[in-house]
């Protein structure tokens, strides 16, 4: 198709920022995906904890929202131009703890603390350097989900339509909980060095951390429907009884150790927690009134962190919200999965005309 791109991957530099605490990061890149029909109104695609920019991939690495993204799909690459930043602090090629520090040597645990607005406030420097001053629609779930409803808040003039997938307007104490029993396991981890080490490779604490997160992510339903109290083959070290879910967990936490850098880990747990549009604004509530855009909330049943009411009571709020329920044993990741089930949700919310004059709420 002419004018067609996809599969573009490139860097932006965007020189110094300020962050929220005061320090400063001399020569900021983030890296992006760009794809879709050249000219079309921009999709953002904000990417959740341990996400990246590739969010279409390509068709030997699908990228991990090809199920939603693509020519004919809910986000239609045939109609929109969308988006995606690798955050300031990951590890997929923007700047964060792997890049080179002034000093000429990895910042590794000595990157500083960055918060949601900090992601949002340089992507928005980032399109500016692309040339892009609105955007059709923001749209991302639980991490991915505190940067889009930010950018509402932020910038409500640059922002048409938000999509809010599994995240609230506030991190909720259950979430830190679970947060500081991840960043525990790291940073007591002997090889973890106080973030000096070398490599992931012998950093048990970064796999247990995702292990502790995939339980809070699936709903119990799902792991009795998946693993029972099946055995494996083979006993663990010691002997003991190896459980299917148990061998499902060191999968997972292994996978992770060998793809995502530690610290950066670290860092996003605690811009997570940061995460909270009310502070310096008189609470959440008060803050949902700056927001203009077209909202569309979208929950998911037995989601622990993320809970459905707390969605459905930001939609009340805003002036132009709609709230969707999807019935899921996914819990928390229902926003990665069974895009059939609820992606029309987002092809509508990008369709629909930008509403200024009245509520729009529905259950």
């Known amino acids: 198709m002419k004018n067609f791109r996809y599969n573009v991957e490139g860097m932006v530099s965007i020189g110094e920022i300020v962050l929220e605490n005061g320090a400063t990061l001399p020569d900021v890149t983030l890296a992006y995906e760009r794809v879709g029909r050249e000219g079309a109104p921009v999709v953002l695609v904000c990417h959740a904890l341990t996400g990246t920019h590739q969010t279409v991939g390509t068709s030997e690495e699908p990228g991990w929202w090809s199920g939603l993204i693509g020519e004919g799909k809910s986000i239609d690459l045939t109609k929109y131009e969308v988006i995606t930043f690798n955050v300031l602090g990951g590890c997929a090629g923007s700047t964060g703890p792997t890049s080179q520090s002034p000093q000429g040597t990895p910042y590794r645990g000595n990157f500083p603390n960055v918060t949601v607005r900090d992601l949002v406030h340089t992507q928005k420097r980032a399109l500016q350097k692309l040339g892009i001053e609105t955007l059709h629609a923001v749209i991302g779930g639980s991490l991915g989900g505190m940067q889009a409803v930010e950018w509402a808040t932020m910038y409500p003039t640059t922002v048409e339509r938000l999509v809010l997938l599994a995240s609230t307007p506030a991190f909720s ?39 502790l997160g995939m339980v809070t992510y699936r709903s119990g339903a799902l792991f009795q429907e998946r693993f029972q109290r099946h055995l494996q083959e083979e006993a663990n070290d010691e002997g003991l009884p190896f459980y299917a879910v148990e061998s499902y967990l060191e999968y997972q936490g292994n996978k992770l150790q060998k793809r995502f850098d530690a610290n950066s880990y670290v860092r996003l747990l605690d811009t997570m927690n940061s995460h909270d ?76 005309s930008v509403c200024k004059e009245e509520n729009q709420l529905s259950g």
């Open 173 to 211: 104490a259950y979430g830190i909980a679970f947060n500081h029993l991840a960043k525990e396991a790291i940073l007591l981890d002997p090889a973890f060095r106080g973030g000096e080490y070398e490599g992931n490779e012998n950093l048990r604490g970064l796999s247990i951390a995702r292990q």
């Open 277 to 352: 549009i009310g502070r310096e604004r008189g609470g959440w509530q008060e803050a949902a009134t700056l927001i203009t855009a077209n909202v569309i909330c979208v929950g998911y049943t037995q989601d622990l962190v993320y809970p459905p009411e707390e969605i459905q009571a930001f939609a009340e709020a805003v002036d132009h919200g709609t709230f969707h329920l999807v019935d899921t044993v996914f819990g928390h990741d229902g926003f990665l999965v069974e895009f059939e089930r609820w992606g029309h949700f987002v092809s509508e919310a990008l369709e629909k």
